[in-house]
């Protein structure tokens, strides 16, 4: 058996690395990084541009989970079998639905198209870039994990049980999709502000 370098491989499953159990990334931990300062990138005057972009959207993802979870949260407020539980639980289907469209059609852009370009830029990053690219492959999961389960939300007479089990797996999408959007804003846009400083 063969040691891995460090600089160039990593087990993604080991908890330090994996998107569900990472605490944040450093430069230590992904070599090749640069430093993020999320204090100072306000004052960058290249912070305008594509990373105010990428955050922006970042914040819609973030907003349209929470959503997610507080509204499922409410609908077992509701009496069961109330119409008010059946409209949150009509609004909660669409919010699901519109969140994984979302997400998906955003980590396929970047998948086809920024990742690849962050990589022939900054070659150093190809560590933190092969991360990326496998959080993607495990928020793939949550989506098609969730995207099965939100059917059942419209489904007449479904019970609390059930309603729970939605509400735990968005839980679980939230959780992955804030930690990687996180991550990932903290490896590509100290990458931008380093090629224009």
Same mark, same amino acid.
């Given at each position: 058996?063969?040691?891995?370098? !460090?600089?160039t491989?990593?087990?993604?499953? %080991? !908890? ?21 300062d999320r204090?100072?990138?306000?004052s960058? !005057? ?10 922006r ?9 929470? $959503? ?7 609908t077992?407020d509701?009496p ?17 639905q519109?969140l994984?469209?979302?997400? $998906?059609?955003?980590?396929?852009f ?18 933190? =870039? ?5 959080d ?23 019970? $609390? ?11 679980v999408?939230?959780? =992955?999709?804030?930690?990687?959007t996180?991550?990932? %804003?903290? =490896? ?7 090629a224009?400083?």
């Amino acid at each position: 058996m063969t040691e891995q370098d !460090p600089t160039t491989a990593f087990d993604y499953e %080991e !908890p330090k690395f994996h998107v569900a159990t990472r605490s944040k990334i450093t430069a230590r931990l992904l070599p090749g990084t640069f430093v993020a300062d999320r204090k100072a990138w306000e004052s960058d !005057p290249h912070f305008l541009g594509w990373p105010t972009h990428l955050q922006r959207l970042h914040g819609a993802i973030s907003a349209a989970s929470a $959503r997610l979870v507080s509204g499922l949260e409410a609908t077992l407020d509701e009496p069961e079998g109330s119409a008010q539980e059946r409209k949150y639980l009509t609004n909660m289907a669409r919010v699901g639905q519109d969140l994984v469209a979302h997400v $998906r059609g955003h980590h396929g852009f970047e998948d086809g198209h920024v990742l690849p370009g962050f990589l022939a830029q900054f070659p150093e990053l190809s560590v933190a =870039i092969d991360l990326l690219e496998k959080d993607h492959r495990v928020l793939d999961s949550a989506l098609d994990q969730t995207e099965q389960l939100l059917p059942s939300l419209r489904r007449e007479g479904i019970d $609390r049980r059930s309603v729970g089990r939605v509400l735990v797996q968005a839980k679980v999408l939230g959780k =992955i999709l804030s930690r990687h959007t996180y991550d990932e %804003e903290d =490896i590509l846009i100290p990458a931008v502000l380093h090629a224009h400083a």
